[in-house]
C-alpha cells in the first residue's frame, strides 16, 4: 500500500508540475493567491487548505485532466445484477472508466482543456463535483485517499510558495500521456527559480 501511494502521488505530483509549466498563466495565478494569503516566510500548513481556493482547485483540476487510473480496479458480480436496465449475470467482470466522465463536455464544459477555475464558485470559494472520483467510489475506494490529498496539498502549496517552474529554452513540455497502469508524461526538464 505504502508504495502504491508513494507511486501515484509522485506521478500526480509530476503531472501537476507539467501542466503548471506549460501554463504559466496559471502558476501565476496560484503564486498570487499564495502570496496574498501566506507569503514566502514560512511553511504552509493543513490550517491554511481552506483559504487556498485556487491551489485546491489546481489540484483537483489536475487529477480530472491527467485521470491517472483510467479504469478502477475489476469487481465481480457475486448475484444476478440489473443497471440501468442492462442485466448482468453472476461472475461477470464490471469496472468504471472515469475518463468517460472526466472527459464529457456534458459535465465539463470544454473538458479537454485544463482549466482549474471549474472548481472556483461565483465567490471566488472552492468547491467539488461528484463526477471527479481520483480516489475510486464507495466501500472500495482507496485506503490512502485521507493522506493521499494530504500530501497532494502540501507539496504543491509549499513547492510552489518557494519556487516558480518554467520552461527550458528549445525543450518545451509535452502534454502527451504515456499510458500504462498509470497514465505517465512523458520525460520533460525545467528551470526552477526562486521566488524568493
Known sequence: MWVAG????????TWLSLYLTAFPE?????????????GGGRLITLDDKNNLHYTNAIILETQRHC???????????????????YKLPVNTLITYASHTVNYDDR??????????ERFIDENGKFYTRPE????GLGKRACLGEGLARIELF???????????????????VSLERIIGA???????????????
Open 67 to 85: 485521470n491517472l487510473g483510467a479504469f478502477n480496479l475489476i469487481r465481480r458480480t457475486l448475484k444476478p445484477v440489473e443497471i440501468h436496465g
Open 26 to 38: 496559471i502558476q501565476e495565478k496560484l503564486h498570487k493567491e499564495l502570496d496574498e494569503q501566506i
Open 154 to 172: 502540501l507539496f504543491t502549496a509549499n513547492i510552489f510558495n518557494q519556487f516558480r517552474l518554467k520552461q527550458v529554452p528549445g525543450k518545451p
Open 182 to 196: 498509470l497514465a505517465s508524461s512523458k520525460p520533460f526538464v525545467v528551470e526552477i527559480e526562486s521566488r524568493f
Open 132 to 135: 471527479v472520483m481520483p480516489f
Open 6 to 13: 508513494q507511486e501515484t502521488s509522485a506521478k500526480m505530483l
Open 107 to 116: 459535465y465539463f464544459p470544454d473538458a479537454r482543456k485544463f482549466e482549474p
